[in-house]
């Protein structure tokens, strides 16, 4: 009874999720990084052009060091491109003109080591960006915060510093940070590349959950195919440096999704389609030389 | 009731954020235990959970056996300065005064050397000496951190400034000595002018390299959330330079001894470090040991109550080092 019917296809949307008009999709089209000079720079990123559905979950693979969180970073509006330009929906971030992107609080990243301000409460840090806008009152804010924290599972740690928590817990509270200003698209740079694997697997899923309940769009950068497979709708491996696409999969495993998902067939098979493309990339990044970052 | 039990989590603070490994699974115990921390220690009834852990720590103190060997350590220091003195009459100790000279002098109601706990001078010069101190580092504070700030905050502002501040920085205290008492009249001034300069660069270095070791993630989130530059300023970039700051007022502090005490002996009238000159200048050895034992135990005193506030004002890292510490 736990085995999915693997085979049927899922276009529509999850059950129970209101066909509302979605939002966030990105359109990144044709964009160049080159750090450096035109002769002596390295180039990051190269002609990369690629569709981050909204309300869907994108998943970018690559080898590490290759560029994707140079990609992620400029949506983000922290880096500038060399060349080409960023859409969200269809308004221009970042293009010909205005290289770099203003960030803001449509698009919110959640960083590789965490960033939650280890001097202020959990229950602070979710409060932050409503506060900090100035569209909610400080005590409207931790209001909302303790409801939201309630909902992800989070209750009783609102006063406790991040520096109490554990590492997973400490994720969770920033995605909730992160939901918090109703962004366009959650954008997250390995967020759990430093847990092990047992809190990964419930992170995986504690992910799903809060992208089922608020349908936002999500762009999810990994080195682990598995996680990329499990969670994304779409899944676009990356070559090594300079990165661009090398394939992107539709990942037809219909959603929601549990950890089940990981013994199907249909798992397996889109798993041994993909694994032998990113080893090659990764052989290739590790004869370049390229190190961990 | 405090140390709250929790498996492998003593090395896993902040401080090594990037070998974040160890962590687990998030339980509904785990949360549980989450919350009886926060009971304990929380905002709500902060003040009697500061007293319980205050009394917990000490009682955690008097069970290790840290006591006994500060005991020891300082048996073995003054046993040998008693020995060498008084009993075995060492050639380059014999002009130096005796333990049991020093003590029985400083105790003394009617001291032979005219200073000891029952005079009211005493206190006087231990009171000109901390209020220079007080004067000398406030302004260094005042000056040095925003200072710091902005120069580890704005890279336009550190290039005019930096350059400046460096080539002044290696000039020794003792070297403004004559410039100080020309530019400053009286005698006052000129000791809090030298023991203000070695302050203010401790904590205006330090203050700027706190900044600069703000992971560059957070100020990303900041502005990903929101945060305008100047609220950047107040909630990221301030609270994110404090371990810092405090390491450089605590370093600031010890320098302004050392330099108040130089100030002293070239000018000034009272004073901790004017006893020990005219001490020796009239030959009251005794003395000069009595007015090095209260500048040890004055610049302690400072020294921890600087301590003491950054803990108050870093509850955050406070909290965080508690929990290692309990493994």
């Known amino acids: 009874m736990t085995t999915q019917p693997a085979y049927t296809r899922s276009s529509a949307p999850v059950a129970g999720v209101a066909a509302q008009a979605r939002k966030g999709g990105v359109r990144i089209m044709d964009v160049v990084k080159r750090y450096g000079t035109q002769d002596a720079g390295v180039l990051a990123v190269d002609h990369c052009t690629f569709d981050v559905p909204a309300g869907e979950i994108t998943v970018v693979v690559g080898p590490s060091g290759c560029g994707k969180t140079t990609l992620l970073n400029a949506i983000a509006g922290f880096?500038?491109?060399?060349?080409?330009?960023?859409?969200?929906?269809?308004?221009?971030?970042?293009?010909?003109?205005?290289?770099?992107?203003?960030?803001?609080?449509?698009?919110?990243?959640?960083?590789?080591?965490?960033?939650?301000?280890?001097?202020?409460?959990?229950?602070?840090?979710?409060?932050?960006?409503?506060?900090m806008q100035g569209y909610m009152t400080r005590k409207d804010a931790l209001e909302k915060a303790r409801d939201m924290m309630a909902d992800a599972g989070l209750r009783g740690i609102e006063n406790n510093y991040p520096g109490e928590i554990s590492s997973g817990v400490r994720r969770r509270v920033e995605i909730v940070r992160a939901l918090m200003t109703d962004p366009k698209i959650l954008l997250l740079d390995e967020p759990y590349r430093a847990l092990d694997s047992l809190t990964k697997s419930v992170m995986h899923e504690a992910l799903l959950e809060i992208f089922y309940k608020n349908r936002v769009t999500i762009f999810f950068i990994t080195h682990d195919l598995e996680e990329a497979i499990f969670l994304g709708h779409r899944v676009v491996i990356m070559t090594t440096r300079p990165c661009k696409p090398k394939t992107i999969l539709d990942i037809d495993i219909p959603h929601p999704r549990d950890y089940n998902v990981l013994t199907t067939k249909r798992f397996r098979e889109f798993m041994d389609e993909t694994a032998a493309a990113v080893h090659e990339e990764a052989t290739k990044a590790f004869a370049a030389g390229e190190k961990e970052r | 009731m405090i140390s709250a039990p929790r498996g492998g989590r003593g090395d896993d603070t902040a401080r090594t954020k990037q070998f974040e490994i160890k962590s687990h699974v998030m339980s509904q115990t785990e949360l549980s235990h989450s919350r009886g921390i926060t009971a304990?220690?929380?905002?709500?009834?902060?003040?009697?959970?500061?007293?319980?852990?205050?009394?917990?720590?000490?009682?955690?103190?008097?069970?290790?056996?840290?006591?006994?060997?500060?005991?020891?350590?300082?048996?073995?220091?003054?046993?040998?300065?008693?020995?060498?003195v008084e009993v075995w009459k060492l050639?380059?100790?014999?002009?130096?005064?005796?333990?049991?000279?020093?003590v029985s002098e400083w105790l003394s109601k009617n001291p032979t050397y005219g200073l000891s706990i029952f005079m009211e001078e005493y206190y006087l010069h231990i009171w000109v000496s901390t209020r220079r101190i007080a004067i000398a580092f406030f302004l260094a504070t005042a000056i040095g951190v925003p200072l710091g700030l902005f120069l580890g905050w704005s890279k336009r502002f550190k290039q005019y400034v930096f350059p400046v501040f460096e080539l002044l920085r290696p000039v020794p205290p003792l070297a403004w000595v004559p410039l100080a008492i020309v530019m400053f009249a009286g005698s006052e001034t000129p000791v809090i002018f030298l023991t203000f300069l070695a302050s203010?660069?401790?904590?205006?270095l330090n203050t700027m390299l706190g900044v600069e070791s703000i992971d560059v993630s957070y100020i990303r989130a900041a502005s990903c959330l929101g945060a305008k530059r100047w609220q950047v300023f107040r909630h990221v970039i301030v609270p994110g330079a404090l371990p810092f700051i405090f390491t450089g007022l605590q370093i600031s502090v010890g320098v302004a001894w050392f330099s108040l005490v130089a100030g002293e002996m070239v000018s000034g009238q009272y004073g901790l470090g004017y006893v020990i000159n005219t001490s020796y200048t009239m030959v009251r050895y005794p003395t000069i040991i009595i007015g090095m034992v209260t500048l040890g135990i004055v610049g302690y005193v400072t020294s921890a109550a600087i301590r003491m506030l950054g803990n108050y004002m870093m509850q955050w890292r406070t909290r965080e080092l508690a929990l290692g510490e309990e493994r």
């Open chain 1, 79 to 131: 880096h500038s491109l060399t060349s080409g330009s960023i859409y969200l929906d269809n308004e221009m971030l970042c293009g010909p003109g205005r290289l770099k992107a203003e960030p803001g609080p449509d698009r919110i990243v959640v960083f590789q080591n965490g960033a939650l301000f280890p001097w202020k409460t959990n229950i602070e840090n979710v409060a932050f960006g409503p506060i």
């Open chain 2, 40 to 84: 304990t220690r929380g905002n709500t009834d902060g003040h009697v959970s500061t007293l319980a852990l205050t009394f917990h720590r000490a009682a955690l103190w008097l069970q290790s056996p840290r006591p006994y060997l500060m005991f020891i350590g300082f048996s073995l220091f003054l046993g040998f300065w008693y020995l060498a």
């Open chain 2, 200 to 204: 203010f660069y401790a904590t205006a």
């Open chain 2, 91 to 102: 050639p380059r100790f014999a002009e130096m005064p005796g333990l049991t000279t020093v």
